[in-house]
């Protein structure tokens, strides 16, 4: 039995749809092979099948669910985490290049600003606000590579970056390096040393896909 949140404001419903069955796919409670109809995820949201079917077009398009001829099934989300981990490596690991050779004085006091912010908080500290001050430190990071084509592309991909979702399989120590790396990220900027500053966020991608690919081996149904 299909178990969702009632949609409540219209104008949103595309987005309540897709959030709460992108959740769904993430915590494991659509499992990998589940067969998606149409009309049974409607009559969950207790919405019309249209709204549905441009979440589900939206979760084709990135990869949380596959066709399999007429049928739609979610996908392995573990090959999918994993190919936009590598996305990601690749993509911020160049921001961070360039922003040690671009950031403005006043970029690196944001990025700094949100990485001592986010050493601050702690396992007790709400995943909401955890999720947004990692996202506000990479986009800071983006946004300091003044390539707007380059800042489009991570964009598509803060979604994934560090969700409440995932937070939650997060260990003490895993949140403490991760800090640790933020600053490592940090320091490599401030010294304008863009060599230093891609390996520094390389590494810290990487650390992320390694605990993500855990994080779902724990959702994953014994």
């Known amino acids: 039995m299909l178990s969702f949140d009632k949609v409540e404001t219209r104008s949103t419903v595309v987005l309540q749809v897709y959030q709460q069955m992108k959740r ?26 249209t709204p549905v079917r441009e979440a ?18 979610v996908a392995d989300i573990s090959v999918s985490m994993s190919e936009i981990n590598g996305i990601r490596t690749v993509l911020e690991s160049y921001a961070a290049r ?11 006091r944001v990025i700094s600003e949100y990485c001592n912010s986010s050493v601050l908080v702690d396992g007790s500290s709400p995943l909401e606000k955890r999720a947004m001050l990692n996202d ?4 800071a990071v983006a946004r300091a590579s003044y390539n ?31 800090a640790e790396q933020h600053r490592s990220i940090v320091k490599a900027l401030c010294e304008r040393d863009p060599d230093a500053a891609e390996e520094a966020m390389r590494a810290h991608i990487t650390s992320i896909g390694r605990v993500i690919e855990r994080a779902i081996t724990q959702m994953k149904p014994k």
């Open 24 to 49: 769904s796919i993430l915590r494991g409670e659509l499992p990998t092979g589940y067969r998606i109809v149409e009309v049974n995820i409607a009559e969950a949201f207790g919405v019309s099948r």
């Open 56 to 73: 589900i077009s939206r979760l084709i398009a990135q990869g949380f669910i596959k066709e399999q001829g007429n049928v739609k099934v």
């Open 98 to 108: 360039l922003a040690a050779e671009n950031a403005t004085d006043e970029d690196l």
């Open 136 to 139: 506000s430190f990479h986009e």
């Open 148 to 178: 707007e084509r380059l800042i489009k592309m991570i964009a598509d991909f803060y979604e994934y970056a560090l969700t409440e979702e995932m937070l939650v399989y997060y260990s003490k120590a895993d949140t403490e390096a991760h």
